[in-house]
């Protein structure tokens, strides 16, 4: 199958984060099957989403990880101008729900799958195919230690998000929380008699006005990180129920954004250290409450290597392009922590990704596969034409 029916069958899958990704796993295991490759699928607690990893060639050190996510975001709401689970072609661009972001990457991958299946390859080619991406990389984080035990390292693991086919090498992570104040109810004349979740949640909202402006003292050296500091804000804030009572209950979501180096889970102490200071001195009083946090998810930046994935993609794309930074996180940061060397390379444009009318412009695929074809020659393959006999699996 070429890559544009390939992308056709994943985009008619409406695999929007908060349902399921079986479908169209259970469809890709069956196509991979059908060619001899067998995967292995890592579900979920609930068994309602799966990531889905295969091994093509011999089992050994120096492979290649091509990663994409399955799931896309909604289109509730957005102005399309064609069924967005249905592939359209206008202008050279394939239009629909992923083909940015990033099933396009995951297509070209798959068109693959018989040639490399077909070489004798002398290193893998491994696929991982992730769930739940697009609300806090929680596939990859299921996914990425069972890798790390079986999978000898790997050379290169290299992320599709769309870039345009640059190469990226640095974002930022990404740590979100909700924090939920509970006070006491109390007629608001009374204030000794209750306390103010919307109090305390604004006591913390400063607190975390006040980190923000501390870490933006603190900026990176990273060409294309925008700003170049770590980022704290507060955005979602739901309580009380009177402007007269004392409000029992308020909820607060909040995100971290860390530069390379910086970690999100300083910040959350900071912020559990001031809510256990605000509590106690409420219980000094006699008044009753408590504040909990709960990190939702918490994904590494991706930080600036000059390791075997930088050195391997810029060979295959013949390119001396300085490399850039993208300004959404990825899974990039994730394998990096795990100890692979790691690029972001994928086609389309971020600016397309999560609106209306998303496409991909069929350049950018066509890019992608030579640029994997040409990946995978030179690392992958055996030197036939030199005569040294491929190493046998093991
Ligand atoms: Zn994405």
């Given amino acids: 199958m070429r890559t544009r029916e390939l992308l056709e069958r994943l985009v008619g899958f409406p695999t929007v984060s908060r349902d399921s990704n079986l479908p169209l796993i259970d469809w890709v295991r069956d196509y991979l099957d059908d060619r001899g490759v067998h995967s292995q699928l890592v579900t979920n607690a609930e068994g309602t989403k799966a990531n889905l990893f295969a091994c093509i060639g011999?089992?050994?050190?120096?492979?290649?990880?091509?990663?994409?996510?399955?799931?896309?975001?909604?289109?509730?709401?957005?102005?399309?101008?064609?069924?967005?689970?249905?592939?359209?072609?206008?202008?050279?661009?394939?239009?629909?729900?992923?083909?940015s972001d990033m099933k396009g990457f995951i297509a070209v991958t798959l068109?693959?799958?018989?040639?490399?299946?077909?070489?004798?390859?002398e290193r893998p080619v491994y696929l991982a195919f992730t769930y739940d991406e697009e609300v806090g990389c929680h596939g990859a984080a299921a996914l990425i230690p069972q890798l790390r035990r079986v999978v000898p390292t790997p050379a290169a693991v290299i992320v599709g998000e769309p870039t345009n086919m640059r190469i990226a090498t640095a974002h930022k992570g990404i740590c979100f929380c909700r924090t939920v104040a509970t006070g006491t109810e109390a007629h608001s004349s009374l204030v000794h008699r209750g306390v103010s979740a919307v109090m305390l949640a604004g006591e913390l909202i400063a607190h975390i006005g006040e980190l923000a402006r501390r870490a933006a003292q603190h900026p990176v050296t990273i060409a294309g990180l925008e700003p170049p500091f770590t980022t704290l804000t507060a955005n979602v804030i739901h309580g009380g129920t009177a402007f007269n009572i004392l409000a029992g209950r308020c909820e607060l979501e909040w995100e971290v954004r860390t530069v390379p180096g910086d970690h999100a889970v300083r910040y959350v102490e900071e912020i559990?250290?001031?809510?256990?200071?605000?509590?106690?001195?409420?219980?000094?009083?006699?008044?009753?409450?408590?504040?909990?946090?709960?990190?939702?998810?918490?994904?590494?930046?991706?930080?600036?290597?000059?390791?075997?994935?930088?050195?391997?993609?810029?060979?295959?794309?013949?390119?001396?392009?300085?490399?850039?930074?993208?300004?959404?996180?990825?899974?990039?940061?994730?394998?990096?922590?795990?100890?692979?060397?790691?690029?972001?390379?994928?086609?389309?444009?971020?600016?397309?990704?999560?609106?209306?009318?998303?496409?991909?412009?069929?350049?950018?695929?066509?890019?992608?596969?030579r640029f994997l074809r040409k990946l995978i020659a030179s690392h992958c393959s055996?030197?036939?034409?030199?005569?040294?006999?491929?190493?046998?699996?093991?």
């Fill in 272 to 369: 559990e250290r001031r809510a256990a200071a605000l509590v106690s001195e409420a219980q000094r009083t006699g008044r009753r409450c408590g504040i909990e946090t709960t990190v939702i998810a918490d994904v590494p930046a991706l930080a600036p290597e000059e390791g075997s994935a930088l050195a391997l993609v810029r060979d295959a794309l013949s390119t001396e392009e300085p490399q850039i930074a993208i300004p959404f996180a990825t899974e990039a940061g994730q394998y990096q922590q795990a100890g692979w060397s790691t690029v972001v390379c994928g086609p389309g444009d971020i600016d397309q990704a999560h609106r209306a009318d998303e496409y991909v412009p069929i350049a950018q695929l066509e890019q992608c596969e």
């Fill in 382 to 394: 055996a030197r036939e034409e030199a005569g040294s006999p491929a190493r046998p699996a093991h």
């Fill in 58 to 99: 011999p089992e050994r050190e120096g492979g290649i990880v091509l990663s994409g996510h399955t799931d896309v975001v909604p289109v509730d709401g957005q102005p399309w101008s064609s069924d967005p689970f249905r592939l359209s072609e206008r202008d050279g661009r394939l239009y629909g729900r992923g083909t």
């Fill in 111 to 121: 068109a693959l799958v018989p040639e490399l299946v077909a070489r004798r390859l």
